[in-house]
T-cell receptor, first 113, second 113 residues
Framework: AQTVTQSQPEMSVQEAETVTLSCTYD???????LFWYKQPPSRQMILVIR??????QNATENRFSVNFQKAAKSFSLKISDSQLGDTAMYFC??????????FGKGTKLSVIP | ETGVTQTPRHLVMGMTNKKSLKCEQH?????MYWYKQSAKKPLELMFV???????ENNSVPSRFSPECPNSSHLFLHLHTLQPEDSALYLC????????????FGSGTRLTVV
């Protein structure tokens, strides 16, 4: 089975500091999409950032950026200037085929005041 | 407002009950999904519907019965569930090709007693 692995079950970061969440994946496809989702205690899964595998440039959305290493099949998320509202579960996901996303087990991030 | 609405938000049911979960999207998406989210497990894909047709049934027990009357509505009918079926059930929708990932609902927290 093609998998997505998040090796850090839990992490914490001081407010205003920077934190990096890691993700590795497995795929036999040459073109695919990668995503980071955030799930706060409200349970709503929110798309944070997306990356198209055929684009070498790393995606950036405000304080969120990724480090996409295609050869290494690595897709880490960097959160800069961490805020209390960033406290949530973060899920890495890979698009497989036309419809299915495969998710990692998630990383629980706590931002400490 | 996320564009994907799930009801009810919470549900407690006995093992002999019959209940249904509802999901509705008005984003013009043509694919809808049911996922099961249990503690310390990856999100488990249950069913995929593409243009109202079921395209994926991920070996889900028959006590879970999906229904997709149109591209905007998705139901999950539940009967004779087991306590281990207690979980958060998430509905999502997407456009073809997964370019922009999924849009999720807020989920139904199901407890089977």
């Amino acid at each position: 089975a093609q998998t997505v692995t998040q090796s850090q079950p839990e992490m914490s970061v001081q407010e205003a500091e920077t934190v990096t969440l890691s993700c590795t994946y497995d795929t036999s496809e040459s073109n695919y999409y990668l995503f980071w989702y955030k799930q706060p205690p409200s349970r709503q899964m929110i798309l944070v950032i997306r990356q198209e595998a055929y684009k070498q440039q790393n995606a950036t959305e405000n304080r969120f950026s990724v480090n996409f290493q295609k050869a290494a099949k690595s897709f880490s998320l960097k959160i800069s200037d961490s805020q209390l509202g960033d406290t949530a579960m973060y899920f890495c996901a890979r698009g497989a085929g036309s419809y299915q996303l495969t998710f990692g087990k998630g990383t629980k991030l706590s931002v400490i005041p | 407002e996320t564009g994907v609405t799930q009801t009810p938000r919470h549900l407690v049911m006995g093992m002999t009950n019959k209940k249904s979960l509802k999901c509705e999207q008005h984003l013009g998406h043509n694919a809808m999904y049911w996922y099961k989210q249990s503690a310390k497990k990856p999100l488990e894909l249950m069913f995929v519907y593409n243009f109202k047709e079921q395209t994926e049934n991920n070996s889900v027990p028959s006590r879970f019965s999906p229904e997709c009357p149109n591209s905007s509505h998705l139901f999950l009918h539940l009967h004779t569930l087991q306590p281990e079926d207690s979980a958060l059930y998430l509905c999502a929708s997407s456009q073809r090709g997964l370019n922009y990932g999924y849009t999720f609902g807020s989920g139904t927290r199901l407890t089977v007693v």
